[in-house]
């Protein structure tokens, strides 16, 4: 069982930056994905970001050129830097990691953009 350790939500006004951290509690691997999704109550959980271990990453079309996925495979953690953050990237965001057929999620951490 792998778990997963979030990171790094808040409070911050529009346009500005938070950084978001996933530690895996066990080795990560290069062909595995670790990422981000996030969720608002009564809503579907979408994909914010995703990156393996060689480097490979996707993104969201609504955070393209703001965000930027990195994965640090000595320390099993994945970073996402949120800049220039707009209210409707208010959400719960949650780390995931597909190993193999399994699937884990961290327990989500908040992000509210507010003035």
């Known amino acids: 069982q792998v778990q997963l350790a979030e990171s790094g939500g808040g409070l911050v006004q529009p346009g500005g930056s938070l950084r978001l951290s996933c530690a895996a509690s066990?080795?990560?691997?290069?062909?595995?994905?670790m990422g981000w999704y996030r969720q608002a109550p009564g809503k579907q959980r979408d994909l914010v970001a995703r990156?393996?271990?060689?480097?490979?990453?996707d993104y969201s079309d609504s955070v393209k050129g703001r965000f930027t996925i990195t994965r640090d495979n000595t320390k099993n953690t994945v970073y996402l830097q949120m800049n220039s953050l707009k209210p409707e990237d208010t959400d719960r965001y949650y780390c995931?990691?597909?190993?193999?057929?399994?699937?884990?999620w961290g327990q989500g951490t908040q992000v509210t953009v507010t003035s």
């Open positions: 995931n990691y597909v190993l193999g057929e399994h699937e884990y």
């Open positions: 066990q080795s990560i691997f290069n062909f595995d994905y």
């Open positions: 990156i393996n271990g060689f480097g490979r990453s």
